[in-house]
């Protein structure tokens, strides 16, 4: 990679299964990574480009100082499902979030949801995904759904809503990548993907401009 596209990354989620892919793969390939976290104990990796600091990600003030002079935030915040009550993670973090990019000036936004966002977009899906799995994360599926709203009226920032299927705690491979603007990928047998792969997806959006404003839901070959 060449120096000139090395970039200082905020990493939101970063003690998060693929938020530690993301952030060991951002530093492998040059950038300078800020982890924003509830628990930095949480976070082993030691590196001179890495900093790791603690903030509020539903405070616009909290997380503002930690954005000064970065060039993109990237999310991989995760929010647990809950059949009890609305999961609203989500949506309270991005607004606190895209307030504090507003107020440094930061444009590039890269966010991490899942497929099958959209309410009546799994439908075509398998059975047991259909009737078992999404009526289980529906509350998280809803709330993801709303942050993506919230985003597609968003027009002073250009940000990337990455969708992936299911994820399997593995590295990154050298898969090649499977993309569709739209809730799922369609034609594909198997629904899930290593968190790996999903980091180094996300990364590779750095130096492209395919998907700016954009969802795309993703896969791997």
């Not at 590196?47 to 954005?67: G, M, Q, R, Y």
């Not at 989500?90 to 099958?116: D, K, Q």
């Not at 027009?155 to 990455?162: A, G, K, Y």
Request: glycine content about 6%; aromatic content about 8%.
């Amino acid at each position: 990679m060449s120096k000139s596209l090395r970039m200082k990354i905020v990493v939101l989620g970063a003690t998060g299964q693929t938020g530690l892919h993301l952030v060991n793969q951002a530093l492998q390939q040059g950038h300078t990574v800020t982890a924003v976290v509830r628990n930095p104990a949480k976070i082993t990796t030691h590196h001179e480009n890495l900093k790791v600091v603690e903030a509020d990600i539903f405070s616009a003030p909290s997380l503002t100082s930690h954005l000064k002079g970065q060039d993109v935030v990237m999310s991989c915040l995760g929010f647990q499902a809950s059949f009890f009550s609305a999961v609203t993670g989500y949506t309270l973090s991005m607004t606190g979030v895209l307030s504090a990019m507003r107020e440094n000036r930061v444009n590039r936004l890269i966010t991490m949801t899942s497929w099958y966002t959209e309410p009546n977009s799994g439908t075509q899906s398998p059975y047991v995904i259909r009737f078992l799995l999404l009526p289980m994360i529906r509350s998280v599926l809803t709330n993801m759904y709303e942050m993506e709203q919230v985003l597609q009226k968003t027009e002073d920032i250009n940000w990337t809503v990455v969708r992936p299927p299911g994820l399997k705690n593995l590295p990154a491979s050298a898969s090649e990548f499977m993309t569709h603007e739209g809730y799922f990928v369609p034609d594909v047998s198997g629904s899930s993907v290593a968190r790996g792969d999903v980091a180094r997806f996300m990364l590779s959006l750095l130096n492209s401009n395919a998907w700016l404003k954009k969802a795309v839901a993703i896969t791997t070959k």
